[in-house]
């Protein structure tokens, strides 16, 4: 496996998972942005590929907060706080690997997660909660149906799914 700091290596053999993802899932990249892109929304996913982590039906990106705030604006057309804003009002499942979610208003062909934009923040036992028991993922998804939603979870160390 080569070696992916920059978040651009395809990933373990064992499950498919690069360093840069599995080391954000786990909380251990704070100052990063995951972003989850399905491939039938990408206009040239081989492209986009290459700088980042190809998975069955899409592209990961894990990169530093501004370029990747900027990156996924570029992809979507959304800003993101205010997409994570508008998501956080509905919680949903989101897949613990980051590519992809269930969807709060339904199963079937109309409810794939499009894309997925997450962050982690920091353990911070003064605020409590999840955010005492460790690093914190806050992850946030729309779906083919229109439907935003989002969901928080504590890293664990191994993160893969």
């Not at 339904?106 to 911070?124: C, K, L, T």
Request: aromatic share 6%.
């Amino acid at each position: 496996m080569s070696d992916d700091t920059d978040g651009t290596a395809s990933g373990d053999a064992d499950d498919g998972i690069s360093d840069a993802r599995r080391s954000f899932l786990a909380g251990d990249r704070p100052d990063d942005i995951l972003i989850y892109l399905r491939e039938d929304g990408i206009a040239d996913p081989e492209e986009l590929a290459e700088l980042g982590e190809r998975t069955d039906d899409g592209v990961v990106l894990v990169l530093p907060g501004a370029e990747g705030r900027q990156a996924f604006e570029s992809a979507t057309g959304l800003d993101p706080m205010s997409f994570a804003g508008s998501a956080m009002e509905t919680e949903g499942h989101v897949h613990r690997d980051a590519t992809g979610g269930d969807c709060p208003e339904g199963a079937g062909d109309d409810h794939g997660a499009r894309f997925v934009f997450a962050f982690a923040e920091a353990q911070n036992t003064e605020v409590g909660g999840q955010y005492a028991e460790g690093d914190v993922i806050h992850a946030y998804a729309a779906c083919d149906c229109g439907t935003t939603y989002s969901e928080k979870w504590v890293a664990e160390a191994d993160s893969g799914e």
